[in-house]
């Protein structure tokens, strides 16, 4: 088509977009790493205070809770400020948590320092970030957004593999500080490079087509939008805190049981390419309640486990669903919203992912404590990604219309 060629040439295609995008790729990679390196560590703090899964889980799960819910005004950030000062800063809260973390005495120390400090500074990072590469792009979108949020499974495979090697070495604390150290080098050079792209910033007091928030949340589409986040968070986020543990149970030894973690990533990395490049043909709408459907069926593999290869095939496909919904759902953003206040409508989208992060691992590890089996939890999460699945085929159809231009001087 004419506009797809012409937009080919328009400067959302130009060399600095992609810049932002491996800038974007390298900073989920570092926030999200350090986020599911809890994996590794779920043992040593277990040991370390005498703690039951339950509550040991319950770190991820805060942690989780205060990124989706702080997401929201780390968009309204990044929309005032840029997202350079606001993911530096979050950096910053990141590499600080786990310094804290790694002298606490204390559970109650982890859950602040862990669970409140890096949810902080991961929500300073995941929106602002994400939400900055959907502007730059208008034919490759998808393909951006892939690429882009792909540093999530990037970081998935390579931190927690690594952390792991570090607790072998240097014992769960001395991993903690170099780990705090990297964040420092590797995310706060990456945030260094993440710019605001001209069609979002209202340069030269042009407007910026698109949904205020306001405007977004009063769609139908954003109301089931944000149902199905609601009903997937705790299904993408039990397997993360859970599925080591599951291993070990099956009689896995540590290394191949946190291994499955990077499995996860494997499978997503896989998903954010393979499923965008299906979106690109099908349509990303239908292609999402694929997706979320096939992250419920993965379930059934879990359930049937006997050994690490089961678990394996589970973790791969695992990763291949929550992989393509997560790369598919800024994209959706910016095509049912526009650029206007990009950053906010999707921190405010992932507030839906909160409670279903903080409450799914703790539910997860309380039951299995109660009933010491993970059956009733893999069947609740078989329900909810059905759920989901409904709620997603909803977005189908055309997106809402867009609304008038705002004035020049309103982007001043």
Known sequence: MPATAAAANAPEESRQAWVVVWACFVALGV???????????????????????????????????????????????ADRFGPRIVCGAGMLCIAAGLAVSSVATSMLAIYLAYGVGIGVGIALVYTPSIACVQPWFTRRRGLAAGIASAGIGAGTVLVPLGATALIAALQWRGAMQVLAVG???????????????PSASGAGGRAVAGHTLRQAMATPQFRWFYLMTVLAGPVMFVPFAHVS??????????????????????????????????????????????????????????WGARGWGAMAVF????????????????????????????????????????????????????????????????????????LATAAAWRLKGDPPPAPPLPAPVART
């Open 315 to 386: 973790a791969l496909w695992m990763g291949l669903s929550y992989g393509g919904i997560v790369s598919l759902m800024p994209a959706m953003c910016m095509d049912l919203f526009g650029a206007r206040a990009v950053s906010a409508i999707i921190g405010t989208l992932y507030t839906g992912a909160a409670a279903g992060n903080l409450l799914g691992p703790w539910v997860a590890g309380a039951v299995f404590d109660r009933m010491g089996s993970y059956t009733p939890v893999i069947w609740g999460c078989l329900a909810l990604a059905a």
């Open 31 to 77: 926030i999200f790493g350090v986020s599911y390196s809890f994996a590794a560590f779920f043992e040593s703090l277990s040991a370390q205070f005498g703690a039951s899964r339950a509550d040991v889980a319950l770190v991820f799960g805060l942690c989780g809770l205060v990124y989706f819910t702080g997401g929201a005004a780390a968009g309204l950030a």
């Open 183 to 197: 964040v420092v080098l590797l995310g706060g050079g990456a945030t260094l490079l993440l710019a605001r792209a």
């Open 245 to 302: 543990a599951a291993a070990r149970d099956l009689g896995v030894d540590d290394a191949r049981a946190v291994g499955l973690v990077g499995l996860i990533g494997i499978g997503s990395l896989t998903g954010r390419f393979a499923i965008g490049a299906l979106a690109d043909r099908i349509g990303r709408p239908l292609t999402l309640v694929m997706a979320m459907a096939s992250m419920g069926l993965c379930f059934l593999v879990w």
